[in-house]
């Protein structure tokens, strides 16, 4: 009899990810790596950030590191996710005008959502080994209607790593 998985295996969000349709849109070669083409409608932006705001401890912050886009962190009691859970700590999400975002999952969080092709690794992870973590992503600009569902769900995920826990549930080697 095998044994079920432990609940933060997977965030809830992410268990029944479908495939995104499309090729993967390109993305520019330098700093902050912006999305080339097939972005988002105008708005989508405006609700990826009201998803955000939604979550529990958020604040919006100046973006760090010219990072082009609107910064999101979490207040002290709840940012009790790992240090590589945070683009910059205390930011764990960036929100672009184009409708990308800039976040970090659990590295089988963050695998699963790149193999389904809903985002990539962030490319300064690859050309900055070291200095962006690897499960640091850009998930691309959703660009119809369960497209931006499916982008509200990974920042929620995005937000139970930097939080530390999902739901009453700690995740290994947070600080809860």
Known sequence: MRSAAPV???????????????????????????QLGDTSPAG??????????????????????????????????????????????????IVRSDGSLHLTLRPEWAQKVAAKGWGTVHPFARYMAGAVPPQSLVVYAPR????????????????????GRIGDVALPDSRW
């Open 44 to 93: 989508y932006a405006a609700r990826l950030v009201s998803c955000a705001c939604a979550l529990a401890g958020v604040e919006e912050v100046p973006a760090p590191m010219n990072a082009a886009g609107r910064a999101f962190a979490l207040d002290d009691i709840h940012a009790m996710g790992q240090p590589e859970a945070f683009v910059f700590a205390p930011v764990w999400l």
């Open 8 to 34: 933060w295996a997977m965030a809830p969000g992410l268990r029944r990810l479908a495939t995104r349709p499309g090729s993967a849109p390109r993305l520019a070669p330098t700093w902050p790596c912006h």
């Open 144 to 163: 119809n209607q369960s497209e931006l569902a499916v982008a509200a769900r990974i920042i929620a995920a995005a937000h139970c790593y930097a939080s």
